[in-house]
């Protein structure tokens, strides 16, 4: 979708680290593109239609799994690294706390548009349109102070080990899902990029199997 506003390249490399952010820049991409599409689609007329209904529940249920694993990802797997390595840096800590804070202002808001999903007393474009609201902020907020913050501090290997860490962990999303999730609708030159940060034999499965299985599912 061209009309969502990617952020600039310098936000996927930043500092004197060499950790590539290319995933990080891609999925902020997909949150943008999802919210603008549920704004867009996800109107009491349009939820009238049964089968519309199932569909921009589709997508709606893939974006917020994607969204409360990215937030579990960074609170629980990426901020403390960075707290441990920037300890005594008063100015860097605030904003890791300021992204913490965020997410727990986001994360009940989705709870908020199920509620307002199924029940027609609720203003429903209001609630989306706090989610939005809430979402973008903090999304540029990220890309301005926090991933200089990785880019600038782990080298390469350092955030592959955060990457191995957190898929160790067991949190981490689905790769038949998300890799799919966060190429849909970048441009070629970002896609490519993204893919590239992933293994080789990821990218033929994607290829293969996962880019078909997506797109068979209607969603929105």
Do not use: C
Request: hydrophobic letters at 45%; zero cysteines; glycine letters at 8%.
């Amino acid at each position: 979708m061209s009309d969502i506003p990617l952020p600039g390249s310098g936000a996927a490399r930043h500092g004197t680290g060499n950790a590539d952010l290319q995933i990080m820049v891609a999925a902020h991409h997909a949150f943008r593109r999802d919210v603008a599409t549920l704004a867009r689609t996800a109107t009491r007329q349009t939820l009238t239609d049964p089968v519309r209904r199932v569909t921009i529940g589709a997508g709606w249920a893939l974006f917020k799994r994607q969204l409360l694993l990215h937030h579990q990802a960074e609170d629980d797997r990426v901020w403390p690294v960075l707290r441990d390595r920037l300890a005594g840096q008063a100015a860097a800590l605030s904003t890791l706390d300021e992204m913490g804070a965020e997410h727990e202002l986001i994360d009940p808001l989705l709870a908020a548009v199920d509620r307002a999903l199924g029940d027609e007393r609720l203003d429903l474009g209001a609630v989306i349109g706090e989610l939005a609201s809430r979402l973008t902020g903090h999304l540029i907020h990220e890309e301005r102070d926090a991933l200089p913050l990785i880019g600038g501090t782990l080298t390469a290997a350092e955030w592959a080990g955060v990457m191995a860490d957190l898929q160790a962990s067991g949190n981490a999303p689905s790769p038949a899902e998300l890799v799919p999730w966060l190429l849909d609708g970048l441009p070629a030159e970002q896609a490519a990029a993204a893919l590239a940060a992933f293994p080789p034999a990821l990218g033929e499965r994607y290829r293969t199997e996962w880019k078909p299985w997506y797109e068979a599912v209607a969603r929105w």
